[in-house]
């Protein structure tokens, strides 16, 4: 047997029985996850890792590229599941997580790479505007340095995607949810997190509060009539 298959079975003698207690207790109650991410499929990047995260703690949406196409293409398994964790489970921090060498980032930049691809060629589309700003607002940029910046860029993309879901939206209007950007660096384990109010990634540190995309505060354009007595 692949050795990687032959885990499951030194999770179910080894792993579960330290933790029975805690299964035993999420299979009673359900699931209240703290947060949604939705991070790349890439194998390097481990969200219950790179967050410390416990079963029960995350829901997590993995897709190429961490995604969110806008609400008004297709449903698909990246619109439910943002639905969900917002309608049903309530979370009240939606995190959004780019990587460092992100194939999907090289092949929105390279689309020679994609002969073959045309699932994720389509897919990628929902990322062309992070190609856009790269190539006319990054000018002098080369290669490797354009594939970060598509990186970032696209996070902040898929960000302004997820805030035309109707869910989000009125969980942002009510103050009840907050965006978060990350970007995380595989070869140093460093999260960079983007500030919303300069629109700049900076590294998570001990000593200064989180950077958030969008802080929860509620939001509406048009004054809140109080309701008449
Ligand atoms: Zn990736």
Redesign the pocket.
């Known amino acids: 047997m692949n050795e990687l298959m032959g885990r499951v079975l030194s999770f179910a003698k080894q792993v579960f029985p330290n933790q029975s207690d805690l299964y035993s207790r999420l299979a009673s109650d359900g699931q209240s996850p703290k947060a949604l991410m939705i991070s790349?499929?890439?194998s390097r990047?481990v969200p219950e890792q790179i967050m410390q995260a416990g079963p029960g703690d995350l829901f997590v949406c993995r897709n190429?590229?961490?995604i969110v196409p806008p609400y008004a293409t297709q449903n698909g398994g990246v619109s439910s599941t943002v639905e969900y964790a917002v309608e049903a489970l309530g979370v009240h921090d939606i995190i959004v997580c780019?990587?460092s060498?992100?194939?999907?980032?090289k092949a929105l930049m390279n689309p020679e790479m994609l002969e073959n691809m045309p699932n994720v060629a389509a897919w990628l589309r929902h990322s062309q505007a992070a190609k856009s700003v790269v190539e006319r607002g990054y000018p002098g940029v080369e290669n490797g340095e354009r594939v970060r910046a598509a990186?970032l860029e696209n996070i902040n993309v898929q960000i302004a995607h997820l805030r035309t879901h109707p869910s989000v939206a009125a969980a942002i209007a009510r103050g009840e949810v907050a965006l978060h950007g990350w970007f995380f660096d595989i070869a140093y384990g460093q999260v960079l997190a983007l500030d919303g109010v300069s629109n700049q990634f900076m590294p998570i540190r001990e000593d200064a509060p989180l950077p958030v995309a969008l802080p929860a505060s509620p939001r509406v354009a048009a004054e809140r009539l109080e309701a008449a007595e």
């Open positions: 790349c499929a890439d990047v190429a590229g961490n780019g990587h060498d992100c194939g999907a980032m990186s």
